[in-house]
Every structure is written in structure tokens, then in C-alpha cells.
């Protein structure tokens, strides 16, 4: 079955240093994949999507890859401040079309000021 | 701007009993979702509704569980008889195609 891997539990970086995060995936490769961000105690913002036939999106300081023959997506924060310090989960679609979806473990980044 | 909500913020409820969890999507969407996530984990999928129907559920979402659309706003989780294991945080989402709007969650407690 269709498994997620954010392979940093944690992530420390300096303000105004560039934050990648990656997100891999073990099967098919799905439609699209999308990028939340959580805050302790809170519920997951939609932050990107990126699908299958885009190489690359841009949002403000944000930017997610997708490479389908390497199976991974990685999600960079430009110019991060401490306001990015969150965790960031990636998701997507368990088989294409079915609208249920698994969320990866997360990866709780912290930008030191 | 749009949001989903959900009632109660917090629940706590003794073990066996019967607890109803509470969204209201936002009001355009045609897609809903229950998650939970225990403290700690990651967001689990429980299940998906479509047209008035379950669409999808994983292996969490037993015969202990059910969902509801009552009327043309609310959208409601009812656990029939609480475990301990039951304890976290549940989040409603909705969507009206592939990108999923959370709610803030009802952080539920079985004692």
C-alpha cells in the first residue's frame, strides 16, 4: 500500500537561510500531492499543490518540487523566519480519485532567530 | 473568509459512552472529511463523504463510528461507545475538489 516518508523528524535552521523539507512516497504515483502546515494544537493549513505534470510551484517563499521517477517531493522556504517554525506535512491521495488520503509523519521545523 | 468550525473545542467523556463530534464545512464544498491525531502522531484518515454518502474509510473507522449530514450545514462523527484509545484530537475537513480546509479540531478525552 501507498506509504509516506518525511525522512527529518526535526529541522533547526537560521533565519534567512532557505529550509527543504523532503517528502517521499513508496508506490504509484499519485494525481497530485499536496503541503500543510500544523501549529501545536491546531489543525493543518493547506499551504501548496503540486500535481503530477508540474515540475514546480512557487507561493510567496514557498516552493515545492515533484519528481515522479524519483518519487519525492521536496517543499523549500526561502528567507525562513521564526513565524515559519511549524511542523509541515505532506499528503497525498492513497489511490488516485478515491478522495482518502495519508499524511506523513511531519517534519517540525525551527528557525532560529 | 470561509472556514470550517467545530463544536465542542474540548470533550471529555467517561469510557463506554457516546460522544458526537460537531463540523460545519464550508458551505460551497462538496467533500468531507474525519481525521484524528493522537497526541504526538501523525493525521489520520477516518473517512470521506460524498453526495450524501461514505465515500471512503480506513480501518480505523469501525462499526463504532458514524458519520451524519443531518441538514444542508452540519457534518457529525458519533463514536457509539468510547474507548480510552479514542482520546485525541479529531479534525473535520472539507473540500470542493482536491484541496482540504481543516477545522480547528475537538480535542476529545475518554477517562
Known amino acids: 500500500s501507498q506509504k509516506i516518508e518525511q525522512n527529518s523528524e526535526a529541522l533547526n535552521i537560521q533565519e534567512g537561510k532557505t529550509a527543504t523539507l523532503t517528502c517521499n512516497y513508496t508506490?504509484?504515483?499519485?494525481?497530485?500531492l499536496q503541503w500543510y502546515r500544523q501549529d501545536p494544537g491546531r489543525g493543518p493549513v493547506f499551504l501548496l499543490l503540486?500535481?503530477?505534470?508540474?515540475k514546480e510551484k512557487r507561493k510567496e517563499r514557498l516552493k515545492v518540487t515533484f519528481d515522479t521517477t524519483l518519487k519525492q517531493s521536496l517543499f523549500h522556504i526561502t528567507a525562513s523566519q521564526p513565524a515559519d517554525s511549524a511542523t509541515y506535512l505532506c499528503a497525498l491521495e492513497v489511490t488516485s480519485g478515491t478522495y482518502k488520503y495519508i499524511f506523513g509523519t511531519g517534519t517540525r521545523l525551527k528557525v532560529l532567530a | 473568509e470561509p472556514e470550517v468550525t467545530q463544536t465542542p473545542s474540548h470533550q471529555v467523556t467517561q469510557m463506554g459512552q457516546e460522544v458526537i463530534l460537531r463540523c460545519v464545512p464550508i458551505?460551497?464544498?462538496?467533500?468531507f472529511y474525519w481525521y484524528r491525531q493522537i497526541l504526538g502522531q501523525k493525521v489520520e484518515f477516518l473517512v470521506s463523504f460524498y453526495n450524501n454518502e461514505i465515500s471512503e474509510k480506513s480501518e480505523i473507522f469501525d462499526d463504532q463510528f458514524s458519520v451524519e449530514r443531518p441538514d444542508g450545514s452540519n457534518f457529525t462523527l458519533k463514536i457509539r461507545s468510547t474507548k480510552l484509545e479514542d482520546s485525541a484530537m479529531y479534525f473535520c475537513?472539507?473540500?470542493?475538489?482536491?484541496?482540504?480546509?481543516f477545522g480547528p479540531g475537538t480535542r476529545l478525552t475518554v477517562l
Open positions: 508506490n504509484y504515483s499519485p494525481a497530485y
Open positions: 475537513a472539507s473540500s470542493l475538489r482536491d484541496t482540504q480546509y
Open positions: 458551505s460551497n464544498h462538496l467533500y
Open positions: 503540486i500535481r503530477e505534470n508540474e
